[in-house]
């Protein structure tokens, strides 16, 4: 294996996940963070990170760290950590496609007795049976003869500034022995939290998937007792709230589960399932239940509505969050663009207030104009106002200043329960 002193680490994809761990390896190694994206690298050289993820006195302690757009700038590393999104098509089936490409820059840089190591979220498999022929394939190296490969998976939770990548338990895995016994090695230099190696690369992949599916379903048995709830006539959170009084109840809330972990992963796991003949019910019932949630809240605010006498056609709507999840600039899978899409379904002017995402960004990626300034929301009264994210911006606001954006019969709806039943007309 590779002396300590002579590792040099390459770092493919500088995103939530790639950026927290090039820090941290830089502290202590060479290391060398590479991203397709020249604005990501630039900002980055000029320690900025646009995610919130990482602050400037952090991006200026890793002193062994340096960035580059150059795969060819990537030639000397001898380990290579691969951390690409791995996102569904419009079909839910797993894309592969930027993890392949990885894989082939990888077959092009790689060297005997290199070692490459996987991050992103797959079905179990995919490390050894998609990407690791691609980079044998380009390289002419073979497995674990020339070279050697890990996985483990990210358990980055964005906007999360208490759980960071030290402190949150690392899985870890190689393709023999030796490498996955260095692997862990390697890992349990930068994460304090300790480090837990699995027995083999499907084993480390298949923990990864169903973290985040086991969250998806729980999340989806919250939401679907807040039909029932809601048509009991009671308040889920009143009645969350008085069962969380027992030590083992899981604090689960009802919502719109998006983002690139819960709302994908399951996909990859009910892919994987389905090849090998398996049809899996619980989760893809989870699933439809939680994708159904944005056609849910629209049809409950639009019977508020018109119980207020409010003409539905071409109404005022202001929705208060973009992102996926509170305190956090990723959009990506976001459900509140589908919340969005039903409320123009009823021919509604919309306007989307966000204080932390980044308008260019959502302008091209959903064309929605966005508003970062509550002030200045572009009418002065709306019928309805939905809060969909809890960012701590908007709390600050406070229920009262967002009541008084509404017309006289105009209606609040929380989706995130971000304020007391008292100031709210309707939430999930």
């Known amino acids: 294996m590779i002396n300590e002193k002579d590792i040099r680490i390459g770092i493919i994809g500088l995103g939530y996940v790639g950026l927290p761990l090039a ?27 646009s995610t ?29 950590i691969i951390t690409v999104p791995t996102p569904v098509d419009e079909s839910n089936k797993p894309n592969l496609k930027p993890l392949i490409k990885a894989s082939e820059t990888i077959g092009r840089l790689i060297s ?34 020339d070279f050697c490969v ?6 980055i939770n964005p906007g999360d500034k ?14 023999n022995i ?71 109840f899981l604090p689960f809330r009802p919502g719109l589960v998006g983002g690139h972990c819960i ?27 939680n994708d159904s949630m944005a056609q849910y809240i629209a049809s409950e605010c639009i019977k508020l509505m018109m119980k207020n006498d409010i003409i539905v056609k071409k109404s005022k709507v202001l929705i208060m969050g ?36 980044n308008s260019d960004e959502v302008l091209k990626k959903h064309n929605i104009s966005l508003i970062s300034n509550f002030d200045e929301c572009e009418h002065s009264f709306y019928e309805l106002i939905v809060l969909t994210v809890a960012h701590n911006d908007i709390k600050k606001i406070g229920a009262e200043k967002i009541r008084r954006k509404l017309t006289k019969n105009g209606v609040l709806y929380d989706v995130k329960y971000l304020f007391d039943r008292k100031y709210v007309d309707g939430r999930i």
């Open 23 to 49: 820090i941290e390896f830089g502290k202590f190694y060479n290391t060398i963070g590479f991203d397709i994206n020249p604005q990501r690298v630039n900002e980055l050289v000029n320690n900025l990170d």
């Open 52 to 80: 919130f993820e990482c602050s400037k006195d952090e991006l200026l302690n890793s002193k062994y760290l340096s960035y580059t757009t150059n795969e060819k700038e990537l030639d000397e590393c001898n380990i290579y």
């Open 112 to 145: 005997k007795k290199n070692i490459v190591i996987y991050e992103s979220t797959v079905y179990p498999g995919a490390t050894e049976e998609d990407c690791v022929p691609v980079i044998e394939k380009i390289s002419g190296l073979k497995l674990n003869i």
């Open 150 to 155: 890990g996985y483990s998976p990210e358990r």
């Open 162 to 175: 208490k759980h960071r990548l030290s402190s949150i338990k690392k899985v870890t895995s190689g393709s």
């Open 178 to 248: 030796e490498s996955a016994k260095f692997i862990n090695n390697l890992y349990a230099k930068i994460i304090t939290a300790g480090t837990f190696l699995a027995s083999s690369i499907k084993t480390a992949e298949a923990a990864k998937v169903i973290e985040n599916t086991q969250r998806d379903i729980n999340i989806a048995l919250i939401n679907e007792l807040s039909l029932i709830f809601n048509k009991i006539g009671i308040d889920t959170l009143e009645v969350l709230e008085a069962a969380e009084s027992k030590w083992n």
């Open 263 to 289: 709302g994908v992963d399951p996909y990859y796991l009910t892919y994987k399932a389905e090849k090998i003949g398996y049809h899996p019910e619980i989760i893809l019932s989870g699933r439809r239940l």
């Open 322 to 357: 973009l992102t996926f999840k509170e305190n956090c600039p990723d959009i990506r899978n976001t459900k509140v663009v589908d919340l969005i899409k039903e409320f123009e379904e009823y021919e509604c002017n919309i306007t989307v207030f966000d204080p932390c995402a």
